[in-house]
C-alpha cells in the first residue's frame, strides 16, 4: 500500500536559507522535519570529516550507512507531512530511485554571496564541498526520470517569501500556512550537533529576513572558484520560483 505521507527533500547547497526553511517547515502542526539525515554517512566517507567543525561529534550522534539512512527517512510516516532537510553533495554515489516518492525542491543561492559566506567557515572550498555541479547533476536526472523537482533561489525567495511559499505547497499538493513565515528565536530540537558552529544567525532570526545585497568586496582567493560555479547556477536559478 503507497504510504500517504508526503516527504518533502529539501537538496541544498551550503550556507543557504536551508535551515531557515526547515525552522519554517516546524511550525507546521502536520509536519516533522529532519537536519541532514545523510551528513554522517557524507563525513564518514570523505575527507571533509578532517576540516568540518566538530565532525568527531557529528560522527557519533548519527548513522553513517547511507543505504539505512534513505530506509528510515522512506519508512517515517509519524506526521503527514515530512521535511527533510539535506545537502545536495551528502548523497555522494547513493541509489537515488528512493526520489520518485519524493516532493524534492532543490535550493541554490548565487556563488557571488555563497562563496564568502562558506569560505568564512572552511577556507578556500573547492567545488566538492559547495556542489553546484551535483545540483546542476540532480536537476537533470530528475527530469530525465520525468520527476520534476521544484526549483527555489535564496535571493529570489527572500525577495517574496509568502509568494513563494504559496506556489511551494501548492506544487507540493498541502495547504500553505502562514505560520511558516515566522519561529521563536533560538535553537530548534531537531537541530544537528553541528548547530553550534553554523546556526548562529538562524538561531537569532524569528523568520526570514528581507534580502539585502551584500556589499563586502568579493575575495580574490575565491574567483577561480566562482568562474566554475557560475554556469552551474545560472542554469539552475532559471528554474527558480519567484
Not at 551550503?14 to 557524507?42: C, H, W
Not at 507540493?172 to 530540537?189: E, V
Amino acid at each position: 500500500m503507497a504510504s500517504k505521507t508526503t516527504r518533502i527533500c529539501l537538496w541544498s547547497g551550503p550556507r543557504n536559507i536551508s535551515t531557515a526553511l526547515m525552522y519554517s517547515f516546524a511550525q507546521r502542526k502536520d509536519t516533522t522535519v529532519f537536519d541532514e539525515p545523510l551528513y554522517g554517512y557524507y563525513l564518514a566517507n570523505t575527507d571533509a570529516q578532517e576540516y568540518h567543525p566538530g565532525a568527531e561529534e557529528v560522527l557519533h550522534s548519527m548513522e553513517q550507512n547511507g543505504e539505512q539512512v534513505i530506509k528510515d527517512m522512506m519508512a517515517f510516516d509519524d506526521s503527514p507531512v515530512v521535511f527533510f532537510k539535506n545537502m545536495t553533495h551528502h548523497l555522494l554515489g547513493l541509489d537515488t530511485s528512493f526520489l520518485k516518492e519524493c516532493i524534492n525542491v532543490l535550493l541554490t543561492r548565487n556563488p557571488m554571496e555563497m562563496l564568502p559566506s562558506f569560505d568564512a567557515v572552511i577556507e578556500q572550498p573547492t567545488m566538492k564541498d559547495v556542489g553546484y555541479d551535483l545540483q546542476a547533476d540532480l536537476l537533470d536526472r530528475l527530469e530525465s526520470r520525468n520527476i520534476d523537482p521544484i526549483v527555489l533561489d535564496g535571493t529570489l525567495f527572500l525577495k517574496n517569501p509568502e509568494g513563494v511559499f504559496k506556489q511551494l505547497c501548492s506544487k507540493a499538493a498541502i495547504p500553505f500556512d502562514p505560520n511558516m513565515l515566522q519561529w521563536k528565536a533560538g535553537p530548534r530540537p531537531e537541530d544537528g550537533v553541528w548547530a553550534k558552529y553554523w546556526y548562529k544567525s538562524v538561531h537569532a532570526s524569528t523568520g526570514f529576513v528581507p534580502y539585502k545585497a551584500k556589499e563586502a568586496v568579493f575575495p580574490t582567493r575565491l574567483e577561480a572558484l566562482l568562474a566554475e560555479c557560475q554556469p552551474y547556477y545560472d542554469r539552475i536559478v532559471k528554474r527558480a520560483l519567484r
